[in-house]
């Protein structure tokens, strides 16, 4: 007979199973499920390229060509099929598929670290004290935590938000429950990749669990010990869920990259963010409403350059120029293909890809030590957009000649989630209650983008 179905189990087992169970990306094991969930079903997805560190607009989709050469910087734009849609050069193969892309590049908002300035786009909410340190967490979840809420538990197990290698770590679900964490996957471009769900902690096997009604009692005698608040009501869905994630073939089938062809893989490049953009269309394609993918995580081997945080000499021998023409690469590559892949196979009105981070940089550059840079910049940003059934081709808004401002459509990280809720059927005016019974809105203000719907 299996361990854990012999008998009653101890507090310290009981917790050791819960943990195991944390291990599977679910670190809500005894999350919540409460009685404002809306229930609502779509078969819409988003892949969102998040580029955490602050991508530079000037090096990336608003060059300055006409600006001063401080204002500039080192490269020089491409012109693309789309008027007025130049991209920095060292993205060739955006530029081919301009006519798929849509650029917005008047966004902006007030948030100038990266933790605060994450929590801004990611959850709409300007956090209520900045932390220059960087080390701020949300009060409130972010779009794909809503998106999970909003979707509910999936009955095949695979969890409605997953971030690839990770989710982010400045959003917390807060009045959601913890069940509405973002998966972790971990790296899919490792060799033998295999997600964390496929294994439990201490080597636990799936048929252990056959038993659910003793276990579960075991956890409800543990819940009655632990719950002083009621933060652990409702836990029955999250456990069901849980089972689910070891037991369901659609779960490890939709993990499984190995099933795509070597030469697609090869086309969206044998590395972490190729496979990492492979492995979002693979899931989001089984059902997964939100895949977030950490564009920061370094490639093996290779330390320097991960993040997108390009100041001058921000270690010894950063270099913003040399990051770039290591890192542009990678996504040139992985997000194209990603891109075309998604509208080769017809799925360019059901799932949309968004590319941004939490900041622009300053317009002018900074050098120290013989090394060029440009610092956090909240002021002026750009947001790449396509599928969705989105209007592509075009450009949304603009900045002045150097970049330092919204000239044209000013928007905020709030215009551009509601853009992205409405792609995902989600009621961004919903509003979802606190754990003192206050009503939260998805979002306190914020349009969807018309030029886009």
């Not at 040139?332 to 622009?360: H, K, N, P, S």
Request: proline share 8%; charged share 25%; net charge neutral.
């Amino acid at each position: 007979m299996p361990p854990f179905c012999s008998g009653p189990l101890d507090r310290r087992t009981v917790l050791r199973a819960g943990l195991g169970l944390a291990g599977l990306g679910l670190p809500g094991v005894f999350g919540t499920a409460r009685a404002d969930q809306p229930e609502r079903t779509a078969d819409t997805s988003v892949i969102l390229f998040w580029m955490w560190g602050g991508p530079s607009q000037f090096e990336t989709f608003d060059p300055k060509p006409d600006a001063p050469t401080e204002i500039r910087g080192p490269f020089a734009p491409i012109r693309t099929a789309v008027p007025g849609m130049d991209f920095c050069e060292l993205f060739p193969r955006h530029a081919r598929i301009a006519e798929k892309l849509a650029v917005v590049r008047s966004l902006h908002h007030t948030m100038s670290s990266h933790n605060d300035g994450s929590i801004e786009v990611l959850t709409g909410k300007t956090p209520t004290t900045a932390d220059p340190t960087s080390t701020a967490k949300s009060d409130h979840p972010d779009l794909g935590m809503v998106a999970s809420k909003w979707r509910g538990l999936r009955p095949d197990g695979l969890p409605q938000y997953v971030g690839v290698p990770r989710a982010p770590f400045m959003t917390r679900p807060a009045y959601l429950g913890l069940s509405h964490q973002g998966f972790a996957a971990g790296d899919p471009s490792a060799t033998g990749y295999a997600p964390p769900a496929l294994a439990l902690a201490g080597g636990v096997k799936a048929d252990q669990f056959a038993d659910r009604r003793g276990l579960l009692a075991d956890f409800d005698r543990l819940r009655r010990d632990i719950d002083r608040d009621g933060a652990l009501e409702g836990t029955d869905q999250l456990r069901t869920a849980a089972l689910r994630m070891l037991t369901t073939p659609a779960m490890a089938s939709a993990f499984d990259i190995a099933k795509e062809d070597s030469r697609l893989r090869d086309r969206y490049g044998r590395h972490l963010w190729g496979q990492s953009c492979l492995l979002a269309r693979r899931l989001t394609e089984a059902g997964a409403a939100v895949v977030l993918i950490d564009a920061l995580a370094p490639e093996a081997g290779k330390p320097l350059y991960f993040s997108w945080d390009d100041h001058a000499n921000a270690q010894p021998g950063w270099d913003m120029a040399k990051g770039m023409r290591w890192r542009a690469p990678f996504m040139d590559q992985a997000l194209t293909a990603l891109i075309e892949d998604i509208y080769d196979r017809g799925l360019d009105e059901r799932t949309l890809v968004v590319a941004c981070g939490e900041f622009g940089r300053t317009p002018r550059v900074a050098t120290a030590n013989g090394c060029i840079g440009r610092d956090h910049y909240p002021d002026a940003m750009s947001a790449v957009l396509s599928g969705g059934g989105l209007r592509t081709g075009q450009v949304v808004g603009s900045t002045t000649a150097r970049g330092e401002h919204p000239k044209d459509r000013p928007l905020s990280p709030r215009d551009l989630l509601a853009t992205i809720y409405r792609h995902l059927g989600i009621d961004h005016r919903h509003e979802f209650k606190d754990r003192s019974g206050r009503p939260i809105p998805i979002l306190g203000d914020g349009d969807p983008i018309r030029e886009l719907v």
